[in-house]
Nanobody, 125 residues
């Protein structure tokens, strides 16, 4: 089992950048595929990005492709989401998610059994 803690959210102006971090507990972090999801008020949780356990493959939602970058450092048990050129529509609570195994992107949030508590990202216009 893995426990996840997100950090790095905040308030930023449109066009700005933020980097989210997700720190995982346990010694088997490298055996988990990781993902970021987000949920805006009144909307369903949506897939943002995913990365395989080795970090060799990454996947993105069309809405963030070219602006966001997911990466991981298995030595630090941490996955990152670098967010550039932020837009007001990126405003949401961002969640880190994990599933044990080497998987390509799974956009269904129900596929992931492990979740962090979320971090708020607010982009002002």
């Amino acid at each position: 089992q893995v426990q996840l803690v997100e950090s790095g959210g905040g308030l930023v102006q449109a066009g700005g950048s933020l980097r989210l971090s997700c720190a995982a507990s346990g010694r088997t972090f490298s055996s988990y595929s990781m993902a970021w999801f987000r949920q805006a008020p009144g909307k369903e949780r949506e897939f943002v990005a995913a990365i395989t356990w080795s970090g060799g493959r990454t996947y993105y939602a069309d809405s963030v492709k070219g602006r966001f970058t997911i990466s991981r450092d298995n030595a630090k048990n941490t996955v990152y989401l670098q967010m550039n050129s932020l837009k007001p529509e990126d405003t949401a609570v961002y969640y880190c998610a994990a599933v044990q195994g080497d998987y390509s992107a799974r956009p269904q949030w129900t596929f992931y059994p492990y979740w962090g508590q979320g971090t708020q990202v607010t982009v002002s216009s």
